[in-house]
């Protein structure tokens, strides 16, 4: 019933672990798989180690998260043991990969597609570092070259490119990639960003200052952005972004996106959270007679 | 919820040791001994830190970088941010238990004292004799055994070797212990060898601390240090390979213990 | 403790109500000058008389609201008894006015100085109708010629600007405005907008199908948006967005707010809420010692 | 929160009247008699209407214009849209109520005959005899008078004239009404007339039926008629200069009655 299809990636159900979220190491990625999620993403990973923000990285409050961990990572050639590792896990694994240059992202591609990863997702979109990421997503010219150089170098593993809803030049730029050749829209990484001040302190807590929002206060800004999405590139769209139970995950769905990311919400509902969502869309699907989940994508523009 | 970060004023400052202070903070928590709080040094760090007393809360911290030097600068009424408590806490099975603290691992142990039905043997571990703190507190609900690297109080031992002695010569239900990861190394390896159930507090690198970010998570377990831990029985501690050989760094890489 | 004064406006406080919130008769503002606010806005008054949207016109949530009341007004023309009794409140009226052509935001902007409100607020930002505003505050050349020429017929009554966020180019907007010669900026309109489909009918909810988005779970990202605007441009600015208490209000303040608009938390805690965010955010300056909210301008940018 | 718009299955539909259908909803709610939700008729509008019972919910709607003839066309098994309950209600005062509905203004005074505490007189009014609905439901609990504007059932009469008669005749603690304004208006001179407390639901355009918007306020007092209201008691209507005067049309404009 939630059985799908994304981008050639044969799913068991359409819920996947976003990139940031618990996807630090092989042995986490797995136990996510194992608590019922359709694929995970691993940790968007990075050209060389880094250390990322100081903490606070991360504030949560009652409708939204606000994030500036600002990309950790071991470098993609300190990660031997877990790539071994990874070929354990017995649900799709998509390799998240930033960088700074367009060479670089070549660079990372390259070697991530030698450990063959179900797919590779482009982080053109991270709001919470200076030089990585978030001008590569707000320009459509750069975002065409960074998807067509990167699938030069990737043979057949499908390439998702991940957009910032923080522009407003979204549509130009998913056609761009989709143009370029990207084989999936990831529809979205965070909002704004934004801030959060201490009023004791007079001060702004994270210690990036500003951080980008997900969860489910940003849940309408990404149907409507899914929803436009849909109705202007033909690529399937994976759409994240505060999708918290199975009510969410349909609407999602039906605004356009053929599988959903969920990040925040492991926070809001536990790590179990992937087999809940499951268990509430299959439900409501029960109730409404739908066979299957394919059949809902893209229906509220009927 | 208790997870937004909240500014409270430190209304109390005591000098424990010659590295360690106890912050009183205007505020209090409910929970469980051995949770944590996520402490939010403005305009420097957020650094995990054992609740050491819930009503009011109080945190005993050691200086030994960044974070916690800024911390020990700072003043009676000056803010400080917290949220949690975070963790699992120990879960305390039997009647006997022994209590191990090494250095500032010592600090969380002092909550366990409030349980009234149980009967506690305590070890407290510190290079020397000025680095010791709490043994008054633990003394009024527990038999309390000092040891010192220098010998300058209490016994000349370490920590693993009194609490050896004391389970050749006692009963004990099960051990419970919070310092540093080579004592506990040897201590886990002195319980299995007497075949009796641990439980130890550990450490890893914490970004969210609410099981979020997935940064202080096990091999090949994928336990959350910050959500399923920091407190791990002896059967868990077996099943995570990583422990007593490595961890990850702020990075995400490995690196040896 | 709480006066100040607003682009020369002299407050008795600084919650001012927002466009577009109970704004539609002299009645209801009269109420809620009565209920404590320190300002009151009329709802946008647009040239000629406008149904609006059809319901379902606002939807509302835990964290959010959406909205599309689509600028229903019976015209300037036709508000004469408004007018009379406008003169009646006894705390400053801001008259909030749109229109689709520079020429009619000159031609409604000389009636309205004509009445002598206490402010003029040029709504260059709502998202919900597609010839109206919203391109106005996307352009920062309309975005200018609009407050310069609207200047030119409105002798000395103060200017505002409300923004929109919802473009990569607010502080160039924003600068537009200050160099044309508005008196204050208003940061912000609504947010996105955004969608909410209800999956058992599988339509949007809103007629429009869009809304803007407002109400708690925007405040991270105006905060965040004041504090930068506080940066670059040296007008006042009204923060408006999100702010639900008192906590919230001094938030904004410090991120560089010298007045903050209240809209949505009209539904979140009722037509009081004025004087209780007055209420909460003396008590806190009591506790800390701040003599006049004036010191905390911008503070946490020190 | 009751305030997201939720669609729920239509299980049962009754014709009352050639004009009007009560419509049963898969859910309930709990509130006061008059009050009202908003009805989301999808893809057309959204509409106040009266709670004519709370558990299951049922509305009873009148085919005025779009929005309710499409709802006249929605069929079992259709879903609709439901928020709310919204407004006031009737608080009702003393022993001895007289209660007087006009044509579909008779929805939402049935919920009141729940209260088995008071003694209720209804008269309802239609302009003819297919239009009385909902007639058996009262008889239950009050002494029913039936009037029609042709005579084709009960008493050939306005209700406004049976109504005055009745109090003339009879005492009462107060009067409680609903139904087109006009009626009300000359209810209210008879209620003054006779000094009787009345409390009356009125009808203004409504938005967001949640107090936010102000397009239902009133004139001079700034009360809203979907959070104050829609029921107005004796002092109140005395107040709003507005009532049985002139109304604010969908875009804001002043429409006379
Ligand atoms: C669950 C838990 C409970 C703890 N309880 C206490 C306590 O009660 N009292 C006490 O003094 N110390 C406690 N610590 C250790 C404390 O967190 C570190 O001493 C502190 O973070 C050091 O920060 P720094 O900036 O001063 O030093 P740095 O020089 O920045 O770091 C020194 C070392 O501290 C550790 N560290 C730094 N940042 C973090 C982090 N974000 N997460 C985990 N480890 C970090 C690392 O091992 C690092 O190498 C606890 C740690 C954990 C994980
Ligand atoms: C508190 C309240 C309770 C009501 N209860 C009932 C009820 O139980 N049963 C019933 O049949 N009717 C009830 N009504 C009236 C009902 O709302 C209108 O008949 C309905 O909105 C007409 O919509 P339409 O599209 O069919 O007609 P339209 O042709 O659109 O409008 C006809 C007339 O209906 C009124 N109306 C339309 N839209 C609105 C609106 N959004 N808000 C207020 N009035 C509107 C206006 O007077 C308008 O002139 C109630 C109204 C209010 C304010
Ligand atoms: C703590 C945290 C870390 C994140 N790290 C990354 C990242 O490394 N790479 C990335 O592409 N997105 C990252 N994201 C964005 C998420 O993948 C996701 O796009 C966003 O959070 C919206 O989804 P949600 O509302 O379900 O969380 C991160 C989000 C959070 C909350
Ligand atoms: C129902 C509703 C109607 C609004 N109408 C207007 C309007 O007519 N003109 C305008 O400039 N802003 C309008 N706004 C925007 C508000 O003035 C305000 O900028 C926004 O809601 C953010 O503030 P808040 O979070 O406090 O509501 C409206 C907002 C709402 C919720
Ligand atoms: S610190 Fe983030 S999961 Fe433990
Ligand atoms: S309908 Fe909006 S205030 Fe009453």
């Known amino acids: ?302 | 919820m208790n997870d937004v970060t909240k500014t409270y004023k430190i209304l109390e400052i005591k000098q424990e040791t010659p590295t360690i202070k106890t912050f009183t903070l205007d505020t209090a928590l409910e929970g469980t001994p051995g949770q944590f709080v996520m402490v939010w040094v403005p305009g420097v760090d957020e650094i995990p830190i054992s609740i050491s007393n819930f009503d009011p809360l109080q945190i005993t911290v050691k200086e030994v970088g960044e974070a916690t030097k800024a911390l020990h600068k700072k003043r009676i009424g000056d803010y400080i941010g917290i949220r949690g408590p975070y963790g699992n806490g120990f879960g305390l099975v039997g009647e006997r238990v022994l209590v191990v603290g090494g250095g500032v691992g010592i600090a969380p142990l002092r909550t366990l004292m409030k349980n009234k039905n149980k009967q506690f043997t305590v070890v407290l571990g510190a290079q020397t004799k000025s680095e010791i703190f709490f043994e008054e507190d633990f003394k009024r609900n527990a038999d309390v055994f000092v040891c010192t690297d220098d010998g300058s109080y209490g016994k000349k031992a370490f920590a693993t070797q009194l609490a050896e002695e004391l389970i050749q010569n006692n009963r004990y239900d099960m051990v419970v212990a919070c310092g540093p990861e080579i004592m506990l190394k040897y201590l886990f390896g002195i319980t299995e060898k007497h075949k009796i159930n641990a439980q130890f507090s550990m450490e890893r690198w914490m970004k969210c601390g609410v099981g979020l970010c997935g940064h202080c998570s096990l091999d090949p377990t994928g336990w959350r240090v910050c959500k399923e831990g920091p407190v791990f029985s002896s059967e868990q501690l077996r099943k995570v390979t990583e422990f007593f050989r490595y961890k990850r760094d702020q990075s995400g890489t490995e690196v040896e213990l």
Not at chain 1, 3 to 16: D, Y
């Open chain 1, 1 to 302: 019933m939630l059985s799908t299809s994304f981008a050639g990636i044969e799913l068991e159900n359409p819920t996947v672990l976003a990139a940031g979220i618990l996807g630090t190491s092989a042995a986490i990625l797995k136990r996510v798989a194992d608590s019922g999620a359709g694929a995970v993403t691993i940790k968007s990973i990075g050209p060389k180690k880094r250390e990322g923000h100081s903490n606070p990285t991360v504030l949560f409050f009652d409708s939204y998260l606000m994030n500036a961990v600002g990309l950790p990572t071991p470098g993609y050639r300190n990660m031997e043991r877990e790539w071994e590792e990874l070929k354990e896990i017995n649900v799709p694994v998509i390799a998240s990969i930033y960088a700074s240059s367009i060479e670089e992202f070549v660079e990372v591609a390259q070697y991530v597609a030698s450990r063959k990863p179900d797919a590779i997702e482009l982080n053109i979109s991270c709001p919470n570092t200076k030089a990585h990421g978030m001008l590569f997503g707000k320009d459509p010219s750069i975002a065409h070259d960074v998807v067509s150089q990167v699938k030069e170098v990737t043979n057949n593993i499908p390439i998702f490119a991940k957009l910032t809803p923080n522009t407003d030049r979204v549509i130009e730029v998913a056609r761009a990639c989709e143009e370029a050749g990207a084989d999936a829209i990831v529809a979205f990484n965070t909002w704004g960003p934004g801030m959060y001040i201490d009023i004791n302190t007079r001060r702004p807590v994270l210690h990036y200052r500003t951080g980008g929002v997900s969860g489910p206060a940003v849940k309408p800004l990404v149907v409507k952005g899914i929803y436009e999405l849909y109705e202007h590139v033909s690529l399937p769209i994976l759409g994240v972004g505060g999708i918290t139970n199975g009510n969410d995950a349909i609407e999602m769905i039906m605004a356009g996106a053929s599988a959903i990311g969920i990040g925040s919400a492991v926070y809001y509902r536990g790590i179990d959270v992937f087999k809940r969502i499951c268990d509430e869309m299959q439900g409501w699907m029960l109730t409404h007679d739908y066979k299957s989940i394919k059949e809902l994508v893209g229906v509220a523009h009927e």
